[in-house]
């Protein structure tokens, strides 16, 4: 079985920064794209980052520059780097697997059960 635990998520200020983690298990995780996404209240899931199996990396244009997204194939973990973090940001961010093309569509194969943000102002 395929799960995604997220980590990191919590109450930080406007300006301030968090590190998310996402553990993966049950698949080969250095052959598959992992993502993040992330959903307000009343909002859409939107895409956030991606990083492919070549460790080629995408970004939303909202968090381009503030955000880098990474991944450790021998902890079988990919993380998201937030910096500069802005109100805007509350939302649950969701670990996802799947493809490129698939998160600029907005889909995955696996979610993660999500972790909170908050940004306080």
């Known amino acids: 079985q395929v799960q995604l635990v997220e980590s990191g998520g919590g109450l930080v200020q406007a300006g301030g920064s968090l590190r998310l983690s996402c553990a993966a298990s049950?698949?080969?995780?250095?052959?598959?794209?992992m993502g993040w996404f992330r959903q307000a209240p009343g909002k859409e899931r939107e895409f956030v980052a991606a990083i492919g199996w070549s460790d080629n990396t995408y970004y939303t244009n909202s968090v381009k520059g503030r955000f880098t997204i990474s991944k450790d194939n021998a902890k079988n973990t990919v993380y998201l780097q937030m910096n500069s973090l802005k109100p805007e940001d509350t939302a649950v961010y969701y670990c996802a697997v799947g493809t490129v093309l698939g998160f600029q569509l907005k889909r995955a194969d696996y979610w993660g059960q999500g972790t909170q943000v908050t940004v306080s102002s």
């Open positions: 049950g698949l080969n995780f250095g052959s598959h794209s």
